[in-house]
T-cell receptor, first 112, second 111 residues
Framework: DVKVTQSSRYLVKRTGEKVFLECVQD?????MFWYRQDPGLGLRLIYF???????EKGDIPEGYSVSREKKERFSLILESASTNQTSMYLC???????????FGPGTRLLVL | GQQLNQSPQSMFIQEGEDVSMNCTSS?????WLWYKQEPGEGPVLLIA?????ELTSNGRLTAQFGITRKDSFLNISASIPSDVGIYFC???????????FGTGTRLTIIP
């Protein structure tokens, strides 16, 4: 079974803090993704990565950056957290060329 | 970025009823996927559709790839309490790593 894990289920941070969200997959997938999920808006893509050290902006990259130093790990970074970044963050991975994405359980982030 | 329109946004039904939901797009897709997200979890793939007009079943779930390639439908027959969750459609095209997700349909089952 594919397993995608996220470092925290719940996080509370203060405005201006630097926040790291970590995602690890154990199936040697090339592609990894970060989404945010907000009520009524569905899942919106923040960044994705084709492979190690490669990254592409998604639909809403502003205020976020990413890092992919190892194939199994994809990190989302909020350089200076703001209250409008309060959301559910979902990580996903997939094998290159296959549509199916496998999701982690999500990190619910609250920025005060 | 583009998003897919899903309807209805939410449904409140009684156990045993059938459920229908749909997803529409302004552009065509080569692949349609349906995911379910249970409370506190990430989405899990239910059904994948690869051909216009295709009808695919997975137990009590049946999904169809619209003939125009701009829509897809999901039906759940004889709903049970564990069907509760948010259902998302997603579309993709060959050679594109990204999925475009719908806005979700939240299903609640009234005992």
């Amino acid at each position: 079974d594919v397993k995608v894990t996220q470092s925290s289920r719940y996080l509370v941070k203060r405005t201006g803090e630097k926040v790291f969200l970590e995602c690890v997959q154990d199936m040697d997938h090339e592609n990894m993704f970060w989404y945010r999920q907000d009520p009524g808006l569905g899942l919106r893509l923040i960044y994705f990565s084709y492979d190690v050290k490669m990254k592409e902006k998604g639909d809403i990259p502003e205020g976020y950056s990413v890092s992919r130093e190892k194939k199994e790990r994809f990190s989302l970074i909020l350089e200076s957290a703001s209250t409008n970044q309060t959301s559910m963050y979902l990580c996903a991975s997939r094998r290159a060329g296959v549509e199916t994405q496998y999701f982690g359980p999500g990190t619910r982030l609250l920025v005060l | 970025g583009q998003q897919l329109n899903q309807s209805p946004q939410s449904m409140f039904i009684q156990e045993g009823e059938d459920v229908s939901m749909n997803c529409t797009s302004s552009s065509i897709f080569n692949t349609w996927l349906w995911y379910k997200q249970e409370p506190g979890e990430g989405p899990v793939l239910l059904i994948a559709l690869y051909k216009a007009g295709e009808l695919t079943s997975n137990g009590r779930l049946t999904a169809q790839f619209g003939i125009t390639r701009k829509d897809s439908f999901l039906n759940i027959s004889a709903s049970i309490p564990s069907d509760v969750g948010i259902y998302f459609c997603a579309g993709s095209n060959f050679g594109n790593e990204k999925l475009t997700f719908g806005t979700g349909t939240r299903l609640t089952i009234i005992p």
